[in-house]
């Protein structure tokens, strides 16, 4: 755990007077409340007893406050000013029950010990687990969607536009959404059918692979991916990628096969 974060948690306990788990370097744990801190040390009193002692900052390994609700009001305020936000708590609760309250209403519907009842059920497990672990996880693909955190920024602030790579004619709105799914972590292009999805999905796979990049694209239906194979196959270059399907589709023995191709295309890589 960084040292600034060390200290966050250290003054928002002293100065709400909470209670802290502290773990140190020779990872002894122990509840206690912070009582000062001067020079780099905090001096503390134990949980359970009027003992007082004091620990380096340094010599913290983690800290978290040992009220859960506490803790999350205590990530939310340090979130809030590192994103310039007051109302980030409420993105992120009003998203959490919206999705808890949709799950009840679908496990209405499903017949009890049905496959999607467990399904069901075991999201309403999980979604409690992913939130909760999103505030600590800035990295989370969810928490830069609820943040809109910006990426590839240079000195100004400004988005530096990256050399775009097109195999297939696109218009302005086309490449705009290349840029932004080539910029950003997550990104959404919607539109209805012959507005040029699949030609974005193509120059944007493009774009992954001159990157030396391995693409994985999956889909709930098999027309889209065929879309996008049938394309692959009318251009004139190396086939450079391997058509998976569902496990259930392919016979005996698929595993060797798939082990092959992966050999012959990398072979046609490696001497093109």
Known sequence: MKIKRICDYLLYALKKKKVLTIVTMNQKKMKVKIIGIEDGKAKYQFLNSALEGEIKFENIVSVNLVDKQEEKL?????????????????????????????????????????????????????????????????????????????????????????????????????????????????????????????????????NLIYQNKRVLVVSKNNSAIENIVEELRKMDIPKAYIRMRKFGYYAKGSGTEFRRKCKKISRAISTN
């Open 74 to 206: 205590f990530l939310y305020e340090q979130l809030n000013k590192k994103y310039n936000t007051s109302n980030l708590k409420e993105i992120i609760e009003n998203f959490e029950n919206y999705y808890l309250e949709m799950i009840e209403v679908l496990l209405a519907r499903e017949p009890n010990n049905s496959s999607g009842y467990y399904n069901l059920t075991n999201k309403q497990k999980k979604y409690p687990q992913i939130f909760e672990k999103l505030l600590k996880d800035e990295d989370n693909l969810l928490f830069q969607y609820f943040t809109k955190k910006q990426v590839d920024m240079n000195r100004n602030g400004v988005h530096r536009k990256k050399e775009m790579l097109l195999i297939e004619q696109a218009n302005l709105s086309q490449k705009q959404a290349i840029h932004q799914a080539m910029d950003e972590r997550i990104s959404i292009i919607e539109g209805p059918p012959g507005t040029g999805k699949t030609t974005t999905i193509l120059n944007i796979l493009a």
